[in-house]
């Protein structure tokens, strides 16, 4: 297995980290081109374009929208249908989400001030969501329950859920965490033209405030272009994970945590950094012990050749400068006090704390949000959450004397700007 080693000491350390961290998954012309053709067709035709677009795309046979929306009996049932293990396994990790982003929950504020001015802030809940799920032989219902039900705690009124199902193939625990999570309507479409009708609306699904979760190149294309007529959550790149390790973890512990992260797709970056040359090499005789036993070792193979490294620094504050300047979606402190190397961390999307932390726990059931900032744009962005789904609308209510002393300033800096209706507006109000 030929992973990349480098060292913070070598000359060319920076061009080869800067080279290592450039992605360039972005869309092309074509892809451009075709999304937009999709968007203008399903803004100006609705259903009709959706129904053919599903049948070309998804090599499905369908007539009406109602044989690609779900029931709730379909919903049920597949919520009844699926092994008692991983019904349970869905519930507890459902309440564990729950029960930490009620937590982030914002509320109204307001004060007043000495005239009797009220400020203040007051939180509303977005009124109807759009969250996209990939679907056919992919599994993801953790992506269900990390999107719906931040949502749902925000005081989100409606969910509307789109799940391509290629050729047909319907994902029971798909639909079961969308029972679980509260969403409320279910419709098995696909691609762009799912993101163009949850952003314009057609005759059957209705237009959302945002629209949520993961998808390939041209459902991220399609979530950017639609950007301003909707919200969008981001614009995700392939998963990442950094682990920062004393020496003292178990190697093959390690190892299986970089690759939990590669075997995503060959995209993917893992990237392990240590003060400790000697442990870097008992982590690669580790992957290479391991990886034959991996059932998509050909991904991992791959993901770590082209993306991964092993990174030898000099010391623990220079693996915290590292980790701050690659700003990784995962962050694993695998070292002997992580709540005080923490403390130093200023940018990652999830902190893992331990040994004993896994990243994989966060993406199930742990709690904290699994939808989180790639690319390095954990510098400026952070997990989905419920903030994610209220907005703050600003109070302001002036007395008579708060509106007379407010005018006197609002006037000079209206006619600073030659705003002469702003001064005369405000002007009006003060007391003669």
């Known amino acids: 297995m030929n992973i990349k080693r480098l060292k913070t000491s070598q000359a060319d350390y920076q061009s080869q980290m800067d080279t290592l961290l450039a992605w360039e998954g972005v869309s092309d012309d074509q892809v451009n081109a075709t999304v937009k053709d999709v968007l203008k067709n399903i803004r100006q035709r609705g259903d009709e374009a959706l129904i053919e677009y599903t049948n070309k795309f998804d090599r499905m046979n369908v007539a009406s929208m109602s044989e690609l929306t779900f029931t709730q009996k379909q919903i049920d049932d597949a919520y009844n249908n699926i092994p008692l293990d991983q019904r349970e396994a869905l519930e507890l990790a459902a309440e564990r989400v729950r029960s930490y982003h009620k937590h982030q929950i914002m509320e109204s504020w307001s004060y007043t001030e000495s005239d009797g001015t009220l400020l203040g802030q007051q939180i509303t809940a977005l009124d109807r969501v759009g969250l ?34 290629p050729d047909g193939v319907v994902n029971d625990m798909v639909l079961a965490a969308a029972k679980i999570s509260g969403v409320d309507t279910v419709f098995a479409v696909g691609g762009a033209q799912a993101v163009a009708a949850l952003a314009y609306g057609t005759e059957t699904v209705p237009a959302v405030d945002k629209i949520v979760g993961p998808g390939n190149i041209y459902v991220a294309t399609a979530k950017s272009m639609v ?139 742990a709690g904290p949000n699994h939808v989180l900032p790639t690319s390095r744009t954990a510098r400026f962005s952070s997990p989905l959450g419920v903030y994610d789904f209220q907005k703050r609308s600003s109070l302001i209510m002036c007395s008579a004397e708060g509106a007379s002393e407010l005018g006197k300033t609002a006037s000079v800096l209206g006619r600073g700007e030659s705003l002469t209706a702003h001064a005369r507006s405000a002007e009006y109000r003060i007391k003669k």
Not at 237 to 245: A, D, H, M, N, Q
């Open 227 to 365: 950007f301003g007529r909707v919200g969008i959550d981001m614009i995700a790149g392939p998963s990442e994970i950094l682990v920062v390790c004393d020496g003292k973890t178990d190697p093959d512990w390690i190892a299986m945590d970089l690759f939990s992260q590669a075997e995503h797709d060959e995209d993917a970056q893992s990237i392990l950094v240590s003060w400790d040359a000697a442990f870097l090499d008992q982590v690669q005789a580790s992957i290479e012990k391991l990886l034959p036993t991996m059932e998509r070792k050909d991904i991992i193979s791959k993901s770590l050749g082209d993306r991964g490294a092993l990174i030898e620094v000099k010391d623990e504050n220079e693996a915290i400068e590292v980790s701050n300047f690659i700003a990784p979606e995962h962050l694993e402190l695998s070292v002997e006090d992580p709540q005080t190397m923490a403390k130093k961390i200023k940018h990652a999307g999830a902190i893992f704390m331990g040994r004993y932390t896994a990243e994989a726990l966060g993406d199930y059931c």
């Open 132 to 165: 996209y799920v990939p679907g056919g032989k992919a599994t993801y219902p953790s992506s269900v329950l990390m999107n719906a039900i931040p949502a749902k705690v925000a005081g989100v009124k409606e969910i509307v859920m789109v799940v391509p199902t």
